[in-house]
Nanobody
Framework: QVQLVESGGGLVLPGGSLRLSCAAS????????IGWFRQGPGKEREGVSC????????YYADSAKGRFTISRDNAKNTVYLEMNGLKPEDTGVYFC?????????????????WGRGTLVTVSS
């Protein structure tokens, strides 16, 4: 079974950038579709972006379009989320999750594997 560890979160000023990483171990990442999700303070978890196992398909929530870019390096067993133009409403814990079915990752909900999350705070 794959294990996921997120990193790259932190405190950033509005308009700033961060790159989150989701590092996998225990299983080759190229078998898994990966999604990034976030949960802001007092909010429900929401999907941000996801990428198919090959990297050929990507999905972005409306809130992420034009600002965030998801990518993966299967040789490094890592998926990235490049976030630019960050806003205070992007604040939250960001989780990556894996499932063998890309459609399930796009839909969100129950996925096979979740990381523990990394905190992103956008504040002046």
């Amino acid at each position: 079974q794959v294990q996921l560890v997120e990193s790259g979160g932190g405190l950033v000023l509005p308009g700033g950038s961060l790159r989150l990483s989701c590092a996998a171990s225990g299983s080759p990442l190229d078998c898994w579709a990966i999604g990034w999700f976030r949960q802001g303070p007092g909010k429900e978890r929401e999907g941000v972006s996801c990428i198919s196992s090959s990297g050929g398909n990507t999905y972005y929530a409306d809130s992420a379009k034009g600002r965030f870019t998801i990518s993966r390096d299967n040789a490094k067993n890592t998926v990235y989320l490049e976030m630019n133009g960050l806003k205070p409403e992007d604040t939250g814990v960001y989780f990556c999750a894996a499932d063998r079915d890309y459609r399930k990752v796009v839909a969100g909900g129950y996925l096979e594997v979740w990381g523990r999350g990394t905190l992103v705070t956008v504040s002046s």
